[in-house]
């Protein structure tokens, strides 16, 4: 899969990297338009529209959020703040006997908002901004959902924290399709690829001008598998409404 057609659209996703230190350049509200347009247009399951974002213009609310995510001072800095959310409330006020709490519900929150979000993210860096997704928003889950006065059956799934660049980050290597793109059935991953991938991975790590490290990709992967995280998730998403039934 080496050869693959080019256009604007693609050049941008695969430029595509975090960025973490902006500019004090406010994201102009012709950007801000166009963004949302671009994340509403994104696809949603069965016509559902069960995401919501907030846009957290407040200073002092993003800061409480930066601390709660982790001590993330990128997510204080940067000029835009939205925290996107499943939100099943608004099916729920236009139809009251709905049944929520469903396993397949909360899954199609939860894809919905990613897709959004992603759609969102491919229009910022295409109008030359940056920024980084903020999963880190779940360490303080419950404060944050009470800061934002989320009704039951909506909850943040993650943050996006955007921008005027400041810096170019490098490129991550991703995975060789060898081990990621399978036709018909399932392929165990072949542990030559894996081995050189880690090799390049350790590379990438090494030479990384800030967070500098040496572990390869199973290496640095291990860190976050061998433990359970964010073990209050399960009640905090059952107090929402979902009884994942």
């Known amino acids: 899969m080496e050869k693959y057609s080019r256009n604007p659209t693609i050049d941008t996703m695969l430029n595509h990297a975090s960025c973490r230190k902006f500019t004090d350049e406010k994201v102009s509200d012709e950007d801000i338009a166009a963004i949302f347009r671009a994340a509403q247009s994104a ?22 959020v930066a601390v709660l995510a982790g001590n993330q001072k990128h997510v204080a800095q940067a000029p835009e703040l ?5 939100d099943y409330h ?3 006020v236009e139809f009251p006997e ?27 860096e295409s109008l030359g901004l940056g920024g980084c997704y903020i999963g880190g928003i779940r360490n303080g889950i419950q404060e944050i959902d009470r800061l934002l006065a ?10 996006l924290a955007f921008g005027h660049p400041a810096e170019h ?14 036709e018909n059935s399932y392929r165990e991953p072949d542990p030559e690829v894996m081995k050189r991938y880690n090799e390049l991975m350790r590379k990438y ?24 995280r964010r073990t209050y ?11 994942l039934k």
Do not use: H
């Not at 049944?99 to 229009?123: H, K, S, T, Y």
């Open 43 to 64: 696809s949603t399951s069965c016509f559902l529209q069960v995401t919501s974002i907030i846009r957290i213009t407040e200073q002092a609310l993003k800061e409480k």
């Open 82 to 86: 939205w925290i996107f959310c499943a």
């Open 90 to 92: 608004r099916n729920q």
């Open 98 to 124: 709905s049944d929520l709490g469903w396993n397949e519900q909360f899954l199609v929150g939860i894809q919905d908002a990613g897709i959004m979000a992603q759609n969102a993210f491919a229009a910022l």
């Open 150 to 159: 989320l009704p039951k059956n909506v909850f943040p799934v993650f943050g």
């Open 169 to 182: 980050a490098g490129l991550k290597p991703r995975m060789p399709a060898a081990v990621t793109f399978m």
């Open 205 to 228: 790590y090494e030479s990384r001008s800030s967070n500098a490290k040496n572990v390869d990709w199973t290496e640095n992967m291990i860190g976050y598998m061998k433990k359970e």
């Open 233 to 243: 998730m399960k009640d905090y998403v059952q107090g929402k409404g979902w009884d």
